[in-house]
């Protein structure tokens, strides 16, 4: 979540948990105090459900809307919205991350969900809405520290967002009703509704977009780039992890009955997830190499693939089927497995570096 000064091309990989801040090294440790923080409210607070749910925003809880809004924002506010015409320039890159991230991966998500989760319908259908949600967020801290290339990153994160904005509301609809029914499986309940998804997402993904757009616009045309990515952002980034710890503080505070009495259904949550980030990681490296990117753009790709937006995949899930939701659960699980599980994809994409790619492709 923080933001760092551009490094030099010869960015080396023997320290790289040395290159975070401390609230990012320990990032893994945050997510797991606030979820044991949640879960102690939980126990100790009596009728903190009747609280949150006291006021709203659509279906969800003002403040969790609030955590989810604050999460997101900073995340956005970091891309460099005018790189886009050159970026997309590069056909190959776009084309492959269009397909892995609209194609392959939602439809490897909804095979997992279903051969894992069969006999569960609720995770399932919260596994699937994670695979529909393409990365916007801490994807760029991997993608960095793996010598990834920031401005193709940053871009794909853009095109990403519009795209959710756009699609995702008609891909809920392929996947929990359309696609089942085509293959005879069973469909969502008759209480999902298209039109809730969307407005989940133009409220939790599109006003944070907006408001990310215009703070850059303004803070550059005020200040300049240097200003903006010196000195704003490294005090606003932090406030992205602030959101998504007092985000996942509540959800668990809420869902810490169904974690103590069903701890075997989290653990069936988290192996599809598990095996989600590798194999699609994977794939993304090996068609980068195929594909002659170069190591800076393939590490783009595979991270743009393999990385997921639980912000809104929680926010969809809340807004759509209730906080204290199955659906939600399989939210809010998947920070816990993605972000230990990409930071050893950090490492095992250096050692590719190496192993795989020449000096000169591996170049930026």
Not at 49 to 55: D, H, I, K, R
């Amino acid at each position: 979540m923080s933001t760092r000064t551009e490094t030099p091309p010869t960015r080396g990989d023997e320290a790289v948990v040395g290159k975070l801040s401390t609230l990012d090294r320990f990032l893994p440790v945050w997510i797991i105090a606030a979820m044991a923080l949640g879960l102690l409210l939980g126990n100790l607070v009596p009728g903190l459900n009747t609280a949150l749910e006291a006021v709203k925003v659509g279906e969800v809880s003002l403040p969790i809307a609030v955590g989810l809004l604050v999460m997101m924002y900073p995340v956005l506010a970091k891309v460099r919205y005018d790189q886009t015409r050159r970026v997309i320039g590069d056909r190959k890159l776009m084309i492959s991350s269009l397909v892995i991230n609209w194609l392959l991966a939602p439809a490897f998500m909804f095979a997992l969900a279903w051969l894992f989760l069969a006999d569960l319908p609720e995770y399932r259908t919260g596994l699937i809405i994670v695979g529909l949600a393409r990365c916007i967020a801490m994807v760029m801290i991997w993608n960095d520290l793996a010598c990834g290339d920031r401005e193709s990153a940053a871009v794909l994160v853009a095109i990403n967002s519009v795209f959710q904005v756009v699609a995702f509301g008609a891909l809920g609809w392929f996947y929990l009703q359309l696609l089942p029914s085509w293959l005879g499986l069973p469909t969502t309940s008759a209480d999902f509704s298209f039109w809730a998804i969307t407005l989940s997402v133009l409220i939790f993904l599109g006003i944070p977009l907006l408001a990310g757009f215009l703070t850059r616009t303004l803070g550059e045309k005020a200040k300049g780039r240097d200003w903006y990515e010196g000195t704003f952002l490294p005090r606003l980034g932090p406030w992205a992890l602030y959101g998504l710890l007092f985000t996942i503080t509540l959800l668990f505070a809420l869902q810490g009955e169904t974690i103590a009495a069903r701890p075997l259904d989290v653990a069936r949550i988290a192996l599809p997830l598990l095996v989600y980030f590798v194999v699609v990681f994977g794939a993304g490296m090996v068609i980068g190499k195929w594909l002659d990117l170069g190591y800076a753009k393939t590490t783009t790709l595979a991270f743009t693939a393999a990385g997921n937006n639980f912000e809104l995949a929680i926010a969809v899930a809340i807004g759509t089927f209730g906080v204290t939701s199955g659906q939600a659960l399989a939210g809010v699980v998947g920070p816990l497995i993605e972000v230990p599980t990409l930071v050893a994809l950090v490492y095992a994409a250096l050692w590719a570096r190496k192993r795989f790619f020449t000096p000169a492709t591996a170049s930026f």
